[in-house]
C-alpha cells in the first residue's frame, strides 16, 4: 500500500501531514463468524499531521464525536503510537482532524476503522524513514483490534478472508460479483461488542458448528460468483440468535427479512442489520419493511463494496 502525493497545502510547522480514508466494514457475514469480512463505501477521512514537539491537537466531526477522547487515550493516537515504538521512534507531536462517518457502535467496524486509520497515518508520516508493508499493517492492527475479521477489510478492501496462523495474522482478499448490492439499516441504538461476545457460549452443538461451516463456504461461492445463492448462504447457527436477547429489534427485523427472501445478516456484532440484495433493485423494498416490523426507525444506506481499503497521501511539507 503507497504513500501517494496530495496536492494540498502545507501545514504550517508540521514536518509531515498525511490524510486517510478508512472505509466501513461488516464482520462476519452471518456465518463467517471471525473470519468474512466486507468493506463498505461509508467512510472515515484524517488528517494527521506530526510536529517537533509534544503537542497533541484532536478535532473531531461527525458520528461519536461527543463521546471520542480528545487525549492521549484517543484510538487513533494509541495506534499511531503502537507503531512508532514497534519501529523503534520517539512519537512526535500530533494535529488530528477527523470527519466520522462510520456509525459509532453501530457494527460497521468504527473502532477496527480508527485502529486501521491510526496505523496507516503512522505509515504515512514514517514514510522514507521506515517502510512498513501490508504484512506488518495486518499484524499490527490486529495487535491493537484483537482480531483481524474488520481490520483485514479495512485496510485491503473488497471481501476478506482473515485468519491466524504459525506467522501471525493473513489475509485472502477476493472480489465480490457485480450483482451484489449491500444495503446496511442503521438503528439509533448501540450495542457493545464486548457484550455480545459475552452472550455466546463456548461450545455449540456438532450439527451447527458442521452447519456453520458448509454456510461459510457456500457464502465465498454465493459472493464472487453464485449472488442467487446469498439467502441460503448468509444463514447462521453460532452466533446471530444467541446475541439476539440484548437486541431483540434487531433479530426481529433478520427475521423478518429472510422470512421475505432478503439475504439479511446481523452487522458485525450489531445493532445493525447487512443485507446483501442480489442485484440493486430489490433494497427500497427492503428498507420499506423495516418501517413496519419494528417499533425502532432505521436509516437505510444504499452502498457499494470498497475494493480499495484504506488509503493515505503525504502532503509535501515547508516550514513556517
Known sequence: MAVVAADEAPVPGALRTVEVTVPATSANLGPGFDTLGLALSIYDTLTVSSFADDRLEIDVEGSGAEEIPTDASNLVVRSIAHVFTDVGRALPGLRISARNGVPHGRGLGSSGAAVTAGVLAAKGLLAGEVEIDDAALLRLATEL??????????????????????????????????????????????????????????????????????????????????????????????????RGAAMPETLRLVQALRRAGFAAVVSGAGPSVLVLADGPGGRQAAVDLADGVTDTPWVGHMLAVDVRGGTVRARAEGST
Do not use: C
Open 145 to 242: 483490534e484483537g482480531h483481524p475479521d474488520n481490520v483485514a477489510p479495512a485496510l485491503f478492501g473488497g471481501l476478506t478472508i482473515a485468519w491466524t496462523g504459525e506467522s501471525g495474522p493473513q489475509h485472502k482478499k477476493l472480489l465480490v460479483h457485480r450483482g451484489v448490492a449491500p444495503l446496511v439499516l442503521v438503528p439509533g441504538f448501540t450495542m457493545s461488542t464486548s457484550l455480545a461476545r459475552s452472550l455466546q457460549p463456548h461450545q455449540v452443538p456438532r450439527e451447527d458448528a458442521v452447519f456453520n461451516v458448509s454456510r461459510s463456504a457456500l457464502l465465498v461461492a454465493a459472493l464472487m460468483q453464485s449472488p442467487e445463492l446469498l439467502l441460503d448462504a448468509t444463514d447462521d447457527r453460532l452466533h446471530q440468535d444467541y
